[in-house]
């Protein structure tokens, strides 16, 4: 396009567009980028470098960085228990997450589309659990999970279950950090699935309707692969904010009892903060690192393959 | 036959749908409430009901006591004897019931018919004072004598002294033993030789405006770890990281997303840029924990506002939105400016911004989200409670085990409204966000 309007604006001002020609290529871009390359280069690139050569180091704060040590700190933590122990919590909350939770905004927006009158209402309805801060969410939870006071106990109670110890009980621990996400569902990615379904043509579901397919039908066979693309992709995002779980975690049970909600980035936050260990920090930083940069990239990938 | 057949079963499924839709979405939609209902009705909840079982949802009223103590007889004129004698007459007693509904006590001297002092104390005052001030139920003359320093220094009890003179009072001398609390103080004050003025009047009366103490509880907690600010201080600190973070946003995001769109002309440069902004979405935060915090150290950052702000300015998504949002731009008007001889910044802030006004609405508020619950980043790099975003605060008060549920309730409350505001004003922007951001994947 701006190719066109080269030519008349050179006739219009040749001796000028050469001078601003100039000018425009080499100093405005660069003005323009040079804030995000500095703000990228030093909180992004830097870092990422440094992780890599902390990770080659007995790393000494005091007296940095120590002694080099190949790949110790590599083979320490994979030979250790507790990196082991917090990926195999990572691979149950996985699977817990999975079941209870990433079919829940999918099924919301599903029978959104449903519906006529009421939709803003449910919409908006939807989006309370992400207008309350995760950190605050997690306090409610906390206080609802209370043994011997709490909210859920006696409801089940009245039903003649429990007494049920959650952040207390070994064997159920993590599903109480995933359980408040099935009854939360996902604001955002109910309105995502919503406005994708939105996007399908509506002659779509005339030719289905013609063809006899009832509403239900119609939901599975038209609705539904349609959105398909869009599930797979938001599966890879869910998988990597999986592994990146944090804030619930540490905020109900700061990885206890007895290690068993422990995630590997509860790990990194320990065994850096907590015992200093940069090293092997690093080390751990850049395992995360490579696996998540696996997912984003399927994740892009499936993204262009769509469009 | 067949059609009139297919036509019931169209509208029968029809109507299944409906329900089933119905019934799923309610369920969601109260079991997202529950939650939320179950935590304002806490934080408005005194100590005792708190912890009652069966939980109860609607609060009880906290109680409002007044007192008033005669000295007439008495002869003393000091002021602060009888300040003593007040902190006594509402501390001790207060004490004694420490787990009743009590929302505020009212103390009143008067002497020959007259008002000398009257001092007040809320229930929030007293949870929060009550540890240092009165530790036990042993209660002697010594105690008060070195707590009203404290109990002035922190304002926990208000004394207004009307002087030997005073200001007249009105004693209807009703005490009204039936009522059980009303009975606790006066059987104190019958039984105790520590303090000076006879009770001559005590009211009992229910004060809505007490059931809100535990917010007030919040703020006299925080203001011990941290000025007088209290928990407001971590609010403004969250607020400044959350504009500060998306005005850079924006600039930078903004600059960057337009350079790329329509500034950079060579195919290979841009390739190369949109790759250098565009990989570190492959990088997560807690990967580079350690070494941003060492960043922050050499730059003298570390327990610092800006520790927490600037990172934000490296968000790789923001300046795809931005360049998504330009590539669709009618290219005829830059043209037709750039043909005028305007410059490329002039284009740039007098006619692109202004056309895109909803894009730069659209990722404030889109990034306002995240930015606003921000809480490992800020956990690691802000160490003083001065510079605390709620987010922090909020785990540090859960990890306090003097800090009741009431209170914690009511901080979550508290934190909760920014973002209500947000998504009650601009919904239609998150979704058109959301559908924008869906299709750049």
Redesign the interface.
Known sequence: ??AN?RP??KA??PA?ELK?KKL??RW??I???L???V??S???????L??MY?SLFDYRIADPPGPFVWFRNYTEFLMSRSFWNAIKNTFVFFLLYTLLTFW?PI??AL??S??RR?RG?????????????????V??????Y?P????LN?WLSKVGLGPYGWLNDLAITKLAIVL?AF???SG?SV??YY??IR?IPAELHEAAKID?A????R?FSIVLPNIGF?IA?QFVGFM?SIL?A??NI??MTQGGPADSTMVV?LL??KS??QQNR?GV??AM??F??VI??IL??I??K???E?? | MSSSS?KR??ER??R???T???V???F??V??????L??LS?SLKDNKS??????KWIPSLPHAITVTLDYSGVAQGNPEFYEKDAMKATWFPWMKSMNENIGEVVVRGVKDGKLLYEAKTNSASFQTGQPLIVPSTLFNEKMIELKLPIIRERGLSSFDWYGEKGASAESGGVVDAGKPLTSRFLEFYSSSPLVAGKPAEIQESKSFWRLFDSYLTLNKISQETDEKLGFFRYFLNSGIVTAASIA?QL???G??G???S????SKRLKFL?VM???A????????????????MQKLHLVDTLLAII??H??WGIV?FLFKGFFDQLP??VM?AA??D?A???RT?TSIVVPMSVPIFTIVAIMTF?PV??E??WP??VSKSPGNWT??VA??SL?QQTSVR?NT??A??VV??LP??LV?ATS?KY??KG??FT?V??
């Not at chain 1, 919409?123 to 969410?137: E, H, N, R």
């Not at chain 1, 306090?139 to 609802?144: A, G, H, T």
């Not at chain 1, 009832?214 to 039908?217: A, I």
């Not at chain 2, 329509?262 to 002309?265: A, G």
């Open positions: 396009m701006r309007a008349i604006a219009a001002h000028r601003l425009r290529i405005v871009p003005l323009f980028l804030p995000s390359i703000a990228y030093m909180f992004k690139y830097y870092p990422v440094n992780m902390i829940v099924v919301q029978f959104l449903a519906i009421g209402f449910l919409k908006f309805m939807y989006q309370i659990p992400t207008i309350l801060p995760a950190v605050a969410g306090l409610v939870w906390k206080w609802m209370n011997d006071r709490g909210l006696y408040p009854f939360a569902g955002i309105l995502l406005a994708a996007s006899g009832g509403p239900w039908h939901l869009l992709i990597s990146l944090f804030d540490y905020v980035s990194v936050m850096a903060f940069f920090t690093g930083s850049f995360m690192l998540i940069a984003t990239v994740q892009q499936l993204s262009q769509r469009e | 297919s079963l169209r499924g029809d299944s749908l409906k089933a839709a119905w799923v979405g309610l969601f939609a079991s997202a409430l529950v939650p939320v179950w935590m806490s708190i912890d009652a079982y069966p939980p850079l600039v930078f995001g600059l960057a337009y350079a790329l329509c500034l950079v002309k840029l250098f902004f565009l570190t979405i492959m990088i997560p935060d807690v990967s580079i924990l350690i070494p941003l915090y060492l960043t600037l990172p300015a490296a300046i290219q005829e043209q750039w043909a001889g410059s490329d910044i740039f989200v606003w619950n809480f490992l956990l690691v709620f987010t909020l785990n859960q549920e914690l309730m901080s979550s934190s909760m973002l209500l998504f919904l998150i979704e959301i559908s869906g750049k994947g």
